[in-house]
């Protein structure tokens, strides 16, 4: 059973940075799909970015493209997002989740991950 556990977030200001780490532990998950989703108070949970673990393959959506960062560390196992340029819309508690069907078109939705974090409050303020 693969365990995550997310860390990092908190209180910024608007065009801030954080970085948030998800702690991965468990049986072999080389050929997991890793994402990162977040959900914002009355939306539904939305896709942010994902990473074929020990590949680096990326996907990422629309919304946080060329300001979010998702990275592996795949000798401390430890999923990373960069988050650059943070915009009050950005707000919402941060996932992150795996996926062990690995790598393929379904990646960026959230019914296909099997293990979830805890999840990690990331407030922008205007």
């Not at 970085?19 to 990162?36: D, E, H, K, Q, V």
């Not at 009050?88 to 989740?97: G, H, L, N």
Request: charged residues 20%; neutral net charge; glycine residues 12%.
């Amino acid at each position: 059973q693969v365990q995550l556990v997310e860390s990092g977030g908190g209180l910024v200001q608007a065009g801030g940075s954080l970085r948030l780490s998800c702690t991965i532990s468990g049986p072999s998950f080389a050929n997991y799909a890793m994402g990162w989703f977040r959900q914002a108070p009355g939306k539904e949970r939305e896709f942010v970015a994902t990473l074929k673990w020990s590949r680096s393959d990326t996907i990422y959506s629309d919304s946080v493209k060329g300001r979010f960062t998702i990275s592996g560390d795949y000798v401390k196992n430890i999923l990373y997002l960069y988050m650059n340029s943070l915009k009050p819309d950005d707000t919402a508690v941060y996932y992150c989740a795996a996926d062990d069907a690995g790598w393929g078109p379904w990646v960026h939705r959230d019914s296909k991950y099997d293990y979830w974090g805890q999840g990690t409050q990331v407030t922008v303020s205007s």
